[in-house]
């Protein structure tokens, strides 16, 4: 299974953009989908995840109340709508995939770039 980011782009601070992640293959049945990003310089941190099959969201709190992680089966797609967004947010963005409850996430694409102009 590969998972392919999507959506970014650039906006001005407090605009909103939707990303996509779309997982490849017939089967797609992991424990949760996670979406992550990378700021220049910086290492990776968690944005958000949501389990596949519950749809139990989790947020950093640097997106808690902007950001929302939401899921459609049947597309095997994953969305982050992102609003109010800030400089702060500029990063690549990635979506990726734990199959078991504690496992580590995987199957990392291409990211997709968000920047955020002040």
């Known amino acids: 299974v590969q998972l392919q980011a999507s959506g970014g782009g650039l906006v001005q601070a407090g605009g909103s953009l939707r990303l996509s992640c779309v997982a490849s293959g017939r089967t797609f049945s992991p424990f949760s989908v996670g979406w992550f990003r990378q700021a220049p310089g910086k290492e990776r941190e968690f944005v958000a995840r949501?389990?596949?099959?519950?749809?139990?969201?989790y947020y950093a709190d640097s997106v808690k109340g902007r950001f929302t992680v939401s899921r459609d089966g049947a597309k095997n797609t994953v969305y982050l709508q992102m609003n109010s967004l800030k400089p702060e947010d500029t990063a690549v963005y990635y979506c990726?995939?734990?199959?078991?409850?504690?496992?580590?996430?995987?199957?990392w694409g291409q990211g997709t770039q968000v920047t955020v102009s002040s």
């Open positions: 949501i389990t596949w099959t519950v749809g139990s969201t």
């Open positions: 990726s995939k734990a199959d078991r409850v504690g496992a580590r996430y995987d199957s």
